[in-house]
T-cell receptor, first 111, second 115 residues
Framework: GNSVTQMEGPVTLSEEAFLTINCTYT??????LFWYVQYPGEGLQLLLK?????DKGSNKGFEATYRKETTSFHLEKGSVQVSDSAVYFC??????????FGSGTRLQVQP | DAMVIQNPRYQVTQFGKPVTLSCSQT?????MYWYQQKSSQAPKLLFH???????NEADTPDNFQSRRPNTSFCFLDIRSPGLGDAAMYLC??????????????FGSGTRLTVV
């Protein structure tokens, strides 16, 4: 089956620090990979995606590269802001299966 | 502009009293999903509709039911809510199941409290 493993949080950073949130996966078939962000009290918003190996998804300064050889899709941002504080979910889908989510990583950015 | 709308945002219900959560979409997507998300956990898929075809996850309790009267609307019915059913309930849509290119569009969720 499909599964996603994320680093446990919370991750606490100072403003302008570099961010990495690790995500690895196992999948039956060839997955598409996603990062979703959830702000307090809200639903999930698609942050970025990659649909094939070596693709780089990017949005709002966040990036993640689809690494088939290491089955990873780590999220990075060069300089975080207080407004980036949220919970980040890595997710995947294969074939016609519904999205499978990781357990989420809470990011707290301090001024 | 809101494309997936969930009502209400907050719902308080009594233990054992049936409750219905609603979701509507303006995207004309074929697939609608219901996820349950408990605090600090990953969203857990309860079931989904592909058009009128209902697909239940194997571990979804019988206490949870769903209806999709038309393309735009989908309802989650909890027949006899228990304290363990308190959670955020997320509705999502996609054009096809396992949408590879665009992911899902989520509503803002309904937070259910059981008293």
């Amino acid at each position: 089956g499909n599964s996603v493993t994320q680093m446990e949080g919370p991750v606490t950073l100072s403003e302008e620090a570099f961010l990495t949130i690790n995500c690895t996966y196992t999948a039956t078939g060839y997955p598409s990979l996603f990062w979703y962000v959830q702000y307090p009290g809200e639903g999930l918003q698609l942050l970025l995606k990659a649909t094939k190996a070596d693709d780089k998804g990017s949005n709002k300064g966040f990036e993640a590269t689809y690494r088939k050889e290491t089955t990873s899709f780590h999220l990075e941002k060069g300089s975080v802001q207080v407004s980036d504080s949220a919970v980040y979910f890595c997710a995947l889908t294969t074939g016609r299966r519904a999205l499978t989510f990781g357990s989420g990583t809470r990011l707290q950015v301090q001024p | 502009d809101a494309m997936v709308i969930q009502n209400p945002r907050y719902q308080v219900t009594q233990f054992g009293k049936p409750v219905t959560l609603s979701c509507s979409q303006t995207l004309n997507h074929n697939v609608m999903y219901w996820y349950q998300q408990k605090s600090s956990q990953a969203p857990k898929l309860l079931f989904h509709y592909y058009d009128k075809d209902f697909n239940n996850e194997a571990d979804t309790p019988d206490n949870f039911q769903s209806r999709r009267p038309n393309t735009s609307f989908c309802f989650l019915d909890i027949r006899s809510p228990g304290l363990g059913d308190a959670a955020m309930y997320l509705c999502a849509t996609s054009r096809v199941t396992g949408e590879p290119n665009y992911g899902y569009t989520f509503g803002s969720g309904t937070r259910l409290t059981v008293v």
